[in-house]
């Protein structure tokens, strides 16, 4: 049980020793079923948002589809980054403690999804509250990345893993830029914003270029 | 670490070598724990649509009886898509990226429901909102066999794997066609409609011709 | 690892190959996932039914401490049935059919736990109120013992596992008497039926005649 | 399966035949998903307590700003007991009665967070609101160190393990000093005891004295 000449002192050092495997599924697993846990109640309560409309009928449907579009894009945002976490801590075998300030740091940002997401459905899409949602998008997608760099800080100890890919940080980096978009489009047209920002997803599930989206992140 | 000549790029191609066991536990892991989490979020709200009567007795309570009923058909549909979900998932080793969309499409189409549920309850059970209910299951069930097409392609692929039994699909297509024929049914007599839904939960619990459902999926 | 002659046909067939282990985790893991996930939200969701007083001060959070004493009976009673269930399905190695129903039966009686608490709040623990929150809970202990039924049948299958402890099964029973009890008892005095039902928690934790609660299921 | 001679008779004494290792991932990790679960929800719902401004643009979001630094504390409490949670919980293999009896008195306490989370933003942080807040935080915090206890006690059993490490104790109590400091604070400026509680945070995320925090724990 020697602690190892590592700039980090690794979190459970124990896994020299012959229950290797068990501790590292544990350690790995606990982070993954946590964070599975909280974007689980972050993308399903958002639901509860939703209100059912006053008037009886297919006008009172149509009134709501405007509603389930927003529902439909902070869905398909959280379902984008749960994606992506999958990937991502799917390439470490163990958590370190930069990891899990990072990780807890992006659920507290993506936690406010929700909150911004019924801000925008009261204030009914009105400037400020797509500029606001848009910020709320662009400050989860930085956290997103400092767990990225702590991930690839460990990466870069665990010399025996592979680097990450870069075609999925440009990825990020353009989802980045067209939420930035999205706060001063908000001011010039909402709609054009939310459109903006619901074009994120196709630049996830559309294969970009021949190369296969998420994929190249654990190649 | 070269990419396989598969017609899909699997999505861990190091579980080629040594930890493949624990790779492959982790991959279909994931896709449960958070499936079972946002299905277990989408089951237990929906009990925060019921209402306490302002009535108090046994008046009060036999009031909200209706409401009851519809929660429990609610509760058996996602009962049952879990069920369905659990046999399906579990045939597979590994995830890809085809699985991963279809499954976050279904998870987005049930997560609707509790919302259509309390439709149902605060138009008290008119034709619209129950036609509007029976068609969220249509979609749903639509959703799970695009899941299910999905992993039928993965199956194709690693072909040790035995296929999907064609006595279950016959099943859903069933299923499909009561929720659907609850659509034209709810203008006709809304109770009517639910009861026709109820009975799909009977198509999956008592065993039809001999047979024992959900289990020919696993056979 | 020979296929039984049973009468129930085994879920997973395949775990009569190499990969045994790996499909019972599976199997048995995805049931206790689903319901920790059921159970983790019905006991939590339980505490938005808390409202803050409109009273400032001291007085206002006195005004709220009765709320608070059945918030804790409902946390109590949820808690006891999952160390049960922990204790139940720890006992099994592969679900059936029978299980996974009998599993959703019980899922679904429990989730009704916390709008029967609601309805004690609003209704100011009238005694209607609390004889309807007494026969809720009665409904669970009987699908908790139609869970344990099942289980027995398949432990009684495989023969090499050991037949549950009937102290356990004393137990239950006796919780059942007792929230039955409570049911007549609240319209006789509404507060006396609530102490009934919160004593049954310390029927689990206070070992009972030099035998450790729990315990025994899992010897 | 013979009874070992421990002063607690072990919940999993099958343990000792040749299927150990996933007896005790199942045990251990049980308590853990289930913990989990609860805690994921805790953390999340909290965002339900917050309200969208009447007021329209920035003055409405400046307005709420406050309660968000309500949440950030909550959120970042519930976080900082996770982290905890998961270190303590991973040094031991196995549960007893206590540590479960143990683990659940601390998610009952937990649990109450989001209520006096939400008692304080309707008060708008009066006096005795923000004493009640920190009062919650001084009883979770003595729940937890009781988890310590039981786990400490069985590994004073399990002679194998090394103890836990003294220096998070330290912390532990600096920590629920800091939040008893805050209940008088509360009647002399109950912005100082927030930012009191608040303070607290620093002290698990900053290293202090050359020391990592939570490592030390499982060193």
């Given at each position: 049980m020697h602690?190892?000449?590592?700039p980090?002192?690794p979190?459970?050092?124990?896994?020299t020793?012959?229950?290797?495997m068990?501790?590292?599924l544990?350690?790995?697993?606990?982070?993954?079923?946590?964070?599975d846990g909280v974007?689980?109640?972050?993308?399903?309560i958002?639901?509860?948002?939703l209100k059912?409309?006053?008037e009886n009928?297919v006008?009172?449907?149509?009134s709501i589809l405007?509603?389930?579009?927003?529902y439909?894009?902070?869905?398909?945002f959280?379902?984008?980054?749960?994606?992506n976490?999958?990937?991502?801590v799917?390439?470490?075998?163990?958590t370190?403690?930069?990891?899990?300030?990072?990780?807890?740091a992006?659920?507290?940002c993506?936690?406010l999804?929700?909150?911004?997401?019924s801000?925008v459905?009261?204030k009914?899409s009105?400037a400020f509250s797509?500029a606001?949602?848009a910020a709320?998008m662009?400050?989860t997608g930085?956290?997103?990345?400092?767990?990225?760099l702590?991930i690839?800080?460990?990466?870069?100890?665990?010399t025996?893993?592979e680097?990450?890919?870069?075609?999925?940080?440009?990825?990020?980096l353009?989802?980045?830029?067209?939420?930035?978009l999205?706060?001063?489009l908000?001011?010039f047209?909402?709609?054009?914003?939310?459109?903006d920002i619901?074009?994120?997803t196709?630049i996830?599930i559309v294969?970009a270029g021949g190369?296969?989206p998420?994929d190249?992140?654990?190649?």
């Open positions: 602690p190892a000449p590592h980090i002192v979190l459970y050092p124990q896994d020793d012959q229950d290797h068990a501790d590292q544990a350690s790995t697993s606990r982070l993954e079923a946590f964070s974007i689980a109640v972050i993308i399903t958002m639901v509860l948002e059912v409309p006053h009928g006008a009172g449907f149509r405007p509603t389930l579009a927003i439909f894009i902070s869905f398909s959280t379902a984008i980054y749960w994606l976490h999958h990937h991502l799917h390439r470490i075998e163990q370190d403690q930069r990891i899990l300030y990072a990780n807890l992006f659920l507290f993506l936690s999804l929700p909150f911004f997401t801000y459905l009261e009914e009105d797509v606001l949602y709320s662009v400050i930085f956290s997103f990345l400092l767990l990225r702590a690839e800080h460990r990466l870069r100890i665990a025996a893993l680097p990450l890919d870069t075609a999925i940080q440009r990825k990020h353009l989802s980045l830029a067209f939420y930035g999205a706060i001063p908000a001011y047209h909402p709609s054009l914003a939310l459109a619901a074009l994120v196709l996830w294969p190369t296969k998420c190249e992140d654990s190649r």
